[in-house]
DNA sequence: CATTTTTTGTAACAATTGGTACATAAATTA
DNA sequence: TAATTTATGTACCAATTGTTACAAAAAATG
C-alpha cells in the first residue's frame, strides 16, 4: 500500500517483479538448481539477462529470493495446520495438506524445499545445505507442536515428540518423491490414512 | 571366472574398470546426474577422457551402466528381503535394512535411484524417467509379494497390497531424504519402529 | 529544457560443459 | 620381426555455463 504510489526515478520495469520470481520459482521448484540454467530463466521469464541481474542479483541470490517466495506461499500451510486443536488434527491436517499440495496441477509436482536440491553440484553445496535447514525447520515446528500437545495431556506419556515430528516429516518427504513420480492425490491421501494409524491414541 | 583367463588383445587397460564404475557410480549417487561434470569423473576416476569414453561410453552411458551397478549391488537388499515368511518381516526387514544401508558411513548418504535425478535439467529428463521407473519397480516387487501373503492367509483380507507397497516405498524414499539431511541409523530405526505400527495385524 | 536516475538491449566475457582427433605406446598374433 | 589391435595422453573442439560493459532509452527532478 506505500510502494504502489511511490514514484520511481528512472526508467520505469517493464516487467512485474513478483510475477517475474513467481515464474523462476516455479522452473527451480521444477527443475532444482544445477538444473535450471539461466538461458532457461531468461526464456521463460521473458526478460533479458542484465535486466534479471539488476532485478534480482545472480543465480544463488534469485535462488534464496524464490526459496523465501516458496516458503511464505504455497508451503505456508505447514504453520498454518499447527494450531489446529489436538495432536492428531495436527498430523492429519498436514497429511492431507501435503498429499493435496504435492499433486495440485497447478503447480509443478513435488516440493521445492525437497527437491531442489537434494544431491548437487559442489558450488550447489550451499543451496543445498540451506535446503537441509528448511526441511529441519519445519520438522522442529511439529516436534514443537507435539511437546506442547504432551504438556497439554492430549499425547500418552510415552509419546515422542521428535520422533511423532520426524515421522511426518519423512512421510511428507517420501510424498514429495511420490508426487514427482506420478502418484496422483487419491493415492497420497490413503497412504496418509494407513499412516496416521501409527499415531498414538488420543487421550480423552 | 572366463574373462580374467581370456587374452586381449591390444595394449592393455591400465586402470580395473569395475573399480572405475565403483567410483563413477559412488559420485552420482552423491551429486546426482546434473551435479556430476565429467571433469570431476575423470579427476577421481584418475583416467583421461578418451580412456573412459572408450570403456563406458558418453555420461548418459556410464551413468546407466553405473545404476546397474547399484541397483545389482548396494541395493539388491529390497529382493533379498521379499523372501522373509511373512508380510510383517518383509516390511520389518526392509526398513531395518533401508535405515542400515542409507546411513552407512562407507557410501553417500541416501538412495541412488531416489536422489539422482529427482528434479533434473532438460537434457537429463531420460535419466529422471528412468529411475522413476527404478522406483516404480521395487514398488511393484513389494506389492506382488504382498498379494501373495494376502493369497496364503499372511494379510487380512480387506489389506490391500499396492497401498502396502507404497507405505513402505514412500518411507523408503522419505528416509532416503531424511539420510541425505543428516539424519542417524538410530533415528531412522526409531522411525520405521514408529511406522510399522501402523501395519495391519498378523494373522495366526 | 537539462540533469539525474534507472532500465533496457546488444554484445561480449572467461570458464566450464560434454565430447573427439590424432599420434604414440604397449600388448598379441602371425 | 612385422602386422595388428587396443589403450593412452595431449591438445583441441563447439556449445553452453554464469556474468558483465556499455550505450541507448525512458522516466522524474530541478
Redesign the pocket.
Known amino acids: 500500500m506505500s510502494t504502489e504510489l511511490k ?9 512485474d517483479k513478483e510475477e517475474a520470481l513467481e515464474k523462476a520459482m516455479k522452473l527451480f521448484w521444477a527443475r532444482g538448481y ?1 538444473g ?7 526464456e521463460t521469464l521473458g ?9 534480482f542479483g ?3 541470490e ?1 535462488f534464496h529470493k524464490a526459496l523465501l517466495k516458496y516458503a511464505s506461499g504455497p508451503v505456508a500451510f505447514v504453520s498454518e495446520v499447527t494450531k489446529e486443536p489436538t495432536a492428531r488434527k495436527v498430523a492429519e491436517g498436514f497429511l492431507v495438506k501435503a498429499a493435496e499440495f504435492l499433486t495440485n496441477p497447478q503447480s509443478p509436482k513435488g516440493c521445492m524445499i525437497v527437491q531442489a536440491a537434494l544431491s548437487a ?1 559442489e558450488n550447489a553445496e550451499m543451496i543445498r545445505n540451506v535446503l537441509i535447514k528448511y526441511r529441519g525447520s519445519y520438522e522442529n515446528l511439529l516436534a514443537e507442536r507435539f511437546a506442547k500437545a504432551k504438556k497439554d495431556g492430549d499425547l500418552p506419556t510415552d509419546a515422542n515428540p521428535k520422533d511423532l515430528a520426524k515421522f511426518l516429516a519423512t512421510l511428507h518427504q517420501g510424498m514429495s518423491v511420490q508426487a514427482t513420480s506420478g502418484a496422483t492425490k487419491q493415492e497420497l491421501l490413503q497412504l496418509a490414512n494407513l499412516a496416521l494409524k501409527a499415531w498414538p491414541e488420543e487421550i480423552k
Open positions: 514514484k520511481p526515478r528512472g526508467r520505469p520495469r517493464v516487467f544445477d535450471t540454467s539461466m538461458a532457461e530463466l531468461i526478460i533479458n539477462k542484465p535486466s534479471l541481474y539488476a532485478a545472480n543465480k544463488e534469485l553440484s
